[in-house]
Nanobody
Framework: QVQLVESGGGLLQAGGSLKLSCVAS????????MGWYRQAPGKERELVAE???????DSADSVKGRCTLAIDKSKKMVQMEMNNLRPEDTAVYYC???????????????????WGQGTQVTVSS
């Protein structure tokens, strides 16, 4: 089964930088798009940045100009860097992917959605 394993995050200072990595491991994982979402306390999960089909980068208005996203296809990895951090960037950040995979539950190959376990990012002022 495919798992998305995240690393990075922690307690950071306002004005500083953040680097998050996510690697897909196990199972079949092809024709994928990957990105990052976040969920702050009391708020809904929201898109931070993702690689859209065709390779363009979509990002939230709140991070435009501060966030870069890169995919290393040889490692099935997506990395996000965000600079000029703000306290409002505090949230749990989740790696997300759509990929062609194998659904062992029903025994068919299909496109599936995967989520990482989440990593806490806290930005102090």
């Amino acid at each position: 089964q495919v798992q998305l394993v995240e690393s990075g995050g922690g307690l950071l200072q306002a004005g500083g930088s953040l680097k998050l990595s996510c690697v897909a491991s196990g199972g079949i994982f092809t024709n994928y798009v990957m990105g990052w979402y976040r969920q702050a306390p009391g708020k809904e999960r929201e898109l931070v940045a993702e690689v859209a089909p065709g390779g363009a980068i979509d990002s939230a208005d709140s991070v435009k100009g501060r966030c870069t996203l890169a995919i290393d296809k040889s490692k099935k990895m997506v990395q996000m860097e965000m600079n000029n951090l703000r306290p409002e960037d505090t949230a749990v950040y989740y790696c997300q992917a759509f990929a062609d995979s194998f659904d062992y539950g029903v025994g068919v190959a299909r496109q599936m959605e995967f989520w990482g376990q989440g990593t806490q990012v806290t930005v102090s002022s």
